[in-house]
């Protein structure tokens, strides 16, 4: 990381919309996205209905940083050397002998040393961000179920049916197949007819109550914003969501102006590949009604374009900058997404916005409530994914044993030094910058 990063001498300020300038209300969205995939898997797949029951102790598996070994179900944490630290057979964590015959002290079996990045992406899913946790707590459930099923299974094929429940869920046709409309008849009472198909769960739901499930945006991030664009930067704002989506989250959390905000808006980026793929892989599109037009030779002008590359995307900044190697920094929340492309094949300025260094307990804690005053009805609420998980440990540092009759000693996570090595800064939140301006 950075010893010295001034925001002054950028520039161009580039941001990921979700989990970014958009923070959702993960003790509700959380549970939102399990439930979209474990109702697909359970109707359209045939898995077993228990997928559809979580308790809140359940929720305390989710942890950044978890990769999933694709082909035995295990999830592993590992410590920046590539060794690792513990690991999970579905749910069922194993003991320090069962991790010691299973891996030792060697490396993982896809880590690369020289790089200390991951090797063969197709064997194995790193879990780095919010979206993507409720899908860890699903995977190491089913990989629960199948082996309780098939007496001790040791090898699955489930992934294609939760990329399946991804692409239902979360395709581009999905947000536009749910409409609702209201109309007022002659005795002045309220229709409302809803137009719903085959577009999964998770879009439904937020477009009917996005209050819910978003958080509106400080007033102090959206002054922040507008004094930079006063203070002549160039604001790009490049999400992976799609351009409808993108409108809501950004109408409901910025206001109905929010595209005033922005020198040029990106949706359907598709990244990492935006930042790593070459122009001829990923032209920019032109949109109209939120639908991919035709594809653009180059960039040329500021806009609201779909998909494209961050190579064509420079070049328009050096044109918009007058300046032959204008300095980019982009604020995203996810490593696998924003911070290392970016960083590693565009060479921007990175901030990580990383929610677990408000603490690893999380927020405070709401003052109980005595069991009498709580409604009938009233269910237990999940654990936020931003705290601390007693499964997992910490998502910066974990103890590794030594021989007996000497002292566990503490060694930095894989994530940890990957964050270290990637991002200029890491940040909570957007307020952490947008407050000291004020």
Same mark, same amino acid.
């Given at each position: ?14 941001f990921?919309l979700?989990?970014? +300038? ?9 549970? $939102?996205?399990?439930?979209?995939f ?42 920046e050397?590539? #060794? ?7 749910? /069922? ?5 069962? +991790? ?8 993982? /079996? ?5 790089? %200390? ?8 899913y ?19 179920? +199948?082996?309780?099923q ?8 489930? &992934?294609?049916?939760?990329?399946? %429940? ?48 978003l ?26 969501s ?10 409901? #959390? ?5 595209? !005033?905000?922005?020198d ?6 598709? *990244?990492? %590949? ?11 599109? #032109?949109? *109209? !009604? ?25 070049? $328009? $900044? ?29 060479? &921007?300025?990175?901030? +990580?916005?990383? @929610?677990e ?8 804690? @709401?003052?109980?409530?005595p069991?009498? *005053?709580?409604?009938?009805? @009233?269910?237990? /609420?999940?654990?936020? $994914? ?27 996570? &894989?994530?940890?030094?990957k ?20």
């Amino acid at each position: 990381m950075a010893q010295h990063f001034s925001l002054a001498a950028c520039d161009v300020v580039g941001f990921d919309l979700d989990h970014t +300038l958009c923070r959702y209300n993960l003790p509700e969205s959380a549970p $939102l996205i399990y439930n979209s995939f474990a109702r697909f898997l359970v109707k359209e797949k045939g898995y077993d209905k228990e997928l559809l029951t979580v308790t809140p102790e359940d929720w305390d598996f989710c942890c950044k940083g978890l990769a999933l070994d694709l082909e035995d179900g295990t999830f592993i944490k590992l410590a920046e050397n590539g #060794t690792v630290l513990r690991a999970s057979h579905g749910t /069922k964590m194993m003991t320090p002998d069962m +991790l010691a015959e299973a891996y030792g002290k060697k490396e993982w /079996k896809y880590f690369v040393s020289d790089t %200390g990045m991951p090797s063969h992406p197709g064997k194995y899913y790193f879990y780095d961000n919010y979206f993507d946790l409720p899908g860890a707590l699903l995977c190491a459930r089913v990989a629960d179920s +199948l082996t309780k099923q098939n007496s001790g299974q040791k090898t699955f094929d489930f &992934w294609k049916d939760i990329v399946a %429940g991804i692409q239902h869920n979360f395709k581009m046709s999905a947000f536009k197949a749910y409409r609702f409309t209201t109309a007022w008849n002659s005795s002045s009472s309220c229709a409302i007819h809803i137009e719903k198909k085959n577009c999964g769960l998770y879009f439904p739901e937020i477009k009917r109550d996005p209050g819910k499930y978003l958080h509106s945006c400080p007033e102090s991030v959206r002054n922040w914003l507008q004094q930079l664009k006063s203070a002549g930067k160039i604001l790009l704002l490049i999400t992976s969501s799609h351009s409808d989506y993108c409108k809501l989250l950004c109408e409901y #959390t910025l206001g109905d102006d929010f595209a !005033d905000l922005f020198d040029i808006v990106i949706t359907n980026a598709l *990244k990492p %590949g935006f930042f790593s793929h070459s122009p001829s892989q990923r032209p920019f599109y #032109t949109l *109209k !009604d939120d639908e991919e037009q035709e594809s653009l030779p180059s960039l040329d002008k500021p806009g609201w374009y779909s998909q494209g590359n961050s190579a064509h995307l420079y070049e $328009l $900044l050096k044109k918009m900058t007058s300046k032959p190697k204008p300095k980019v920094v982009y604020f995203g929340d996810s490593m696998h997404s924003d911070i290392f492309p970016a960083s590693h094949y565009s060479h &921007w300025e990175t901030v +990580l916005i990383l @929610e677990e260094l408000r603490g690893e307990e999380g927020e405070k804690p @709401e003052e109980a409530e005595p069991l009498e *005053k709580k409604g009938k009805y @009233e269910e237990p /609420k999940a654990k936020p $994914l931003n705290t601390l998980s007693k499964k997992w440990g910490s998502f910066f540092i974990d103890s590794v044993s030594e021989r007996e009759n000497t002292e566990d000693s503490l060694v930095y996570t &894989w994530s940890s030094n990957k964050i270290s090595t990637y991002s200029t800064i890491a940040i909570p939140s957007l307020e952490a910058i947008a407050d000291s301006y004020f």
